[in-house]
């Protein structure tokens, strides 16, 4: 597969969790994959726009796009082989010329709410401010809560969880993937049980980014992934590209596997839903099947799809995007 003495560059952001992340990457190729063969894995971090557009929403500065487009032009010009990337920061369009080349198993997607004191969101005092850069965990938490007050809140793990210790904001949310990937999960943190609040299409998910053209890296990325959660991903892409297109909706989707995720696979549980961003109009919708292949998982595309709508998804839509 590889030359000897073959260097592959593994492309990813500077953070914590980029590097993390990206580490793990290296080591499953490396043991699964380049262990008999003479080859360096070499990671490059980038700084995209993202990193360095940390004062406004993602809503005002571009999109999710803005934490990839470096990383993907780096991939074009052969200045990287492989990008890794947590799987929820993807556009609904890649680059051309770049596929999704593998998805390793899927960690918890669940997301986390990080409360001063402790406190859980029931328990915040009316008025309180949550910080969130998130248009989708604002919503859903305004409408369970629509007296509180939320702030713009970007920056690092580190930066988030330090702003809620201090007393800055009164909470917030991270991802319990990352916490768990960078041993960062503080103890009283709540996770927030899927049926109540629905994460990111990818979140939990790495994302394995190739040239079209580069089979050799395709096959890398390739013999790592994971059926099921490619599976879910692609499914979870669908869906958001269906009801949002490319803007910063709202929107939240996951496709969950039932059963052991790993070889004894019984069913699929979808959710999702489309929201307005103070979470006063919701259409939400939760299916299930159970035939547990990719086909069982499709079939429930047009039934989602079909619920949502009738639940008022495309009315939501409107008031988000007027013509």
């Known amino acids: 597969m590889a030359t000897r003495n073959q260097t592959i560059r593994i492309g990813t952001r500077s953070s914590l969790l980029a590097r993390t992340q990206a580490s793990m990457v290296k080591q499953m190729l490396a043991t699964r994959i380049f262990s008999r063969q003479a080859v360096e894995i070499e990671l490059v971090f980038i700084t995209t726009s993202g990193d360095k557009q940390q004062q406004r929403p993602l809503a005002e500065s571009g999109g999710k796009g803005l934490f990839i ?54 328990e915040l005092p009316n008025n309180a401010t949550v910080g969130t850069s998130s248009l989708r965990r604002q919503a859903q938490l305004l409408a369970a809560r629509p007296d ?17 210790h201090e007393g800055t904001i009164a909470g917030t949310f991270l991802a319990k993937a990352g916490l768990d990937r960078t041993d960062l999960l503080p103890e009283h943190a709540i996770c927030l049980p899927l049926d109540e609040f ?38 979870e892409r669908r869906v958001v590209a269906a009801l949002a297109g490319s803007c910063l909706a709202p929107v939240g989707v996951c496709a969950m596997p039932r059963g052991n995720p790993v070889n004894s696979l019984t069913g699929w549980i979808v959710r999702a839903f489309v929201a307005t961003p103070d979470g006063k109009k919701m259409s939400r919708a939760t299916l299930l099947t159970e035939d547990p292949s990719d086909a069982g998982l499709n079939s429930l595309y047009d039934l989602l799809i079909d619920t949502l709508q009738r639940r008022g998804s495309a009315e939501i839509m409107s008031l988000l995007n007027p013509q």
């Open 69 to 122: 487009k470096e990383i993907e032009t780096a991939l074009l010009e052969n200045r990287i082989d492989l990008a890794v990337h947590s799987a929820k920061d993807l556009p609904t369009e890649l680059a051309t010329g770049t596929v999704i080349a593998g998805t390793p198993l899927r960690a918890d997607p669940r997301d986390v709410w990080i409360g001063f004191e402790n406190k859980s969101i029931s």
């Open 148 to 164: 509180l007050i939320v702030q713009p809140l970007r920056g690092n793990i580190d930066t988030r969880l330090r702003k809620v």
């Open 198 to 235: 629905i994460p990111a299409a990818g979140q939990g998910i790495l994302a394995l980014q190739a040239r079209s053209e580069d089979l050799t890296m395709r096959q890398a990325a390739g013999s790592i992934n994971h059926v099921a959660t490619a599976a879910a991903l692609a499914f």
